[in-house]
C-alpha cells in the first residue's frame, strides 16, 4: 500500500482554513494576486489600482497569501513590496507529482486501447 505525502499547511501548529495553501489559492481574487506578482514585485496600494476593491480588502487577500508564504514583504523605504515565493508553489508541484504521474499512466493506457480500437476498425 503506498502512502502519499500530505502538503504542509501554511499554520502547522494553529492550523486553520484560512492558513491552507489550498484555501488561499481557490479564491480567484488571490490567484490573480498571484499572477500579478509573479510578474513583479507590487505594493498593496498597485494591487489595489488593479482590482475593484478597496486597498483594506486587498490587503485581506495579501495576509492569507503571506500567512502560506506564498508571497514575501520587502520593505523599500516607506513601502512594502511583495514578492512571490516560486519555492512554495514547488512543495505544491512536488506534492501533486504523485497524483500527476498516476494520471499520465492511466490517460498512456487510455490512449493504447484506443489505438487499438481506431486500429481494429480499419
Request: proline share 4%.
Amino acid at each position: 500500500m503506498r502512502v502519499y505525502s500530505q502538503p504542509e499547511s501554511c499554520g502547522i501548529t494553529n492550523f486553520s482554513m484560512k492558513n491552507d495553501i489550498f484555501q488561499a489559492i481557490a479564491d480567484p481574487t488571490r490567484r490573480a494576486i498571484l499572477a500579478l506578482i509573479a510578474m513583479q514585485a507590487l505594493t498593496p496600494n498597485t494591487m489595489a489600482e488593479k482590482f475593484d476593491m478597496s486597498r483594506q480588502a486587498v490587503s485581506k487577500h495579501i495576509k492569507v497569501l503571506q500567512e502560506c508564504e506564498l508571497i514575501k514583504p520587502e520593505h523599500s523605504g516607506r513601502q512594502i513590496y511583495y514578492h512571490f515565493n516560486p519555492q512554495r508553489m514547488k512543495e505544491l508541484d512536488n506534492w501533486l507529482a504523485q497524483f500527476r504521474k498516476n494520471w499520465e499512466a492511466q490517460f498512456n493506457q487510455l490512449d493504447s486501447v484506443l489505438s487499438k480500437m481506431k486500429k481494429q476498425r480499419k
